[in-house]
């Protein structure tokens, strides 16, 4: 097989073609295949604009229900403790839903939030990366000393 490969090519070289341009002949793009050779800068430009356009702006601006801090920090501290009443329940995991929802809209109702000014706040301060996880850092802190307040008391 070998040799038939190197006899078709001396014989197209004897014919008169040189060896370089038979190589390059085969070698050569069509003509249709031309705009291939601007793809590069095509997928340049549009993953600029890409990238251009996720580019978050600046300042988020605030809703107008906007949470204060504290208030948002006290039921971020319920939201936790009603996952964990709910965990603790041990129950499926439809029940569990049902029951974390009914928690979720008293503790709404208890603060007087509606549910789309709590998770506007919360969408505010998540954007805000250092205002979230200075609220959390609190949250965590609150939580820590309930847990070692409920251990210290006495059982009765």
């Not at 004897?14 to 341009?21: C, L, Q, T």
């Not at 988020?60 to 006290?74: D, G, H, R």
């Not at 008293?106 to 609220?135: C, G, I, N, P």
Request: include cysteine.
């Amino acid at each position: 097989m070998r040799i038939s490969i190197c006899r078709s090519f001396r014989t197209s070289c004897w014919k008169g073609v040189r060896a370089g341009e038979f190589i390059s002949a085969k070698l050569r793009v069509p003509p249709n295949f031309a705009h291939v050779k601007k793809l590069p800068i095509c997928l340049g430009l549009i993953l600029s604009a890409l990238l251009a356009g996720c580019q978050r702006p600046e300042e988020a601006v605030p809703p107008s229900n906007l949470l204060p801090k504290e208030k948002m920090i006290q039921m971020l501290v319920e939201v936790h403790l009603n996952e964990s009443r709910v965990e603790a329940a041990r129950l499926r995991a439809d029940s569990s839903q049902a029951l974390f929802n009914q928690l979720q809209k008293d503790m709404l109702w208890r603060h007087e939030v509606s549910d789309s000014t709590f998770w506007q706040s919360y969408r505010y301060y998540a954007v805000h990366e250092k205002d979230l996880d200075e609220m959390y850092g609190i949250v965590l802190d609150s939580l820590a000393m309930r847990k070692v307040k409920m251990q210290t008391m006495p059982k009765q």
